[in-house]
Nanobody, 123 residues
Framework: QVQLVESGGGLVQAGGSLRLSCAGS????????MAWFRQAPGKEREFVAG????????QYTDSVKGRFTISRDNAKNTVDLQMNSLKPEDTAAYYC????????????????WGQGIQVTVSS
């Protein structure tokens, strides 16, 4: 069982930066692939970035490549998402997720979810 809690969201102007953090509980945290998803109003939840449990291989959706960076600290049971050069279209609720599949991009592949945190980018 893994419990996830996100923090760090908020309101930022376009071009600004935010850092989201996800704190996980459980002794086996480092055995899970971790990911960030987001969901804007009226839209489906979409994969943003993922990081594997072993070599920390990363994967990003095309729209955030070069702007977002996912990282993890297994000693602290945390996964962070550094978001730079934010755009209004990045506005969404962001969710942290944990799963056993290697860098899956579909939400159904993740068994554990945080409650979500709002990120709003003003133009």
């Amino acid at each position: 069982q893994v419990q996830l809690v996100e923090s760090g969201g908020g309101l930022v102007q376009a071009g600004g930066s935010l850092r989201l953090s996800c704190a996980g509980s459980g002794r086996t945290f480092n055995r899970y692939s971790m990911a960030w998803f987001r969901q804007a109003p009226g839209k489906e939840r979409e994969f943003v970035a993922g990081i594997s449990w072993g070599l920390s291989t990363t994967q990003y959706t095309d729209s955030v490549k070069g702007r977002f960076t996912i990282s993890r600290d297994n000693a602290k049971n945390t996964v962070d998402l550094q978001m730079n050069s934010l755009k209004p279209e990045d506005t969404a609720a962001y969710y942290c997720a944990a799963g056993t599949s290697f860098l899956a991009v579909t939400s159904g592949s993740y068994a554990y979810w945080g409650q979500g945190i709002q990120v709003t980018v003003s133009s």
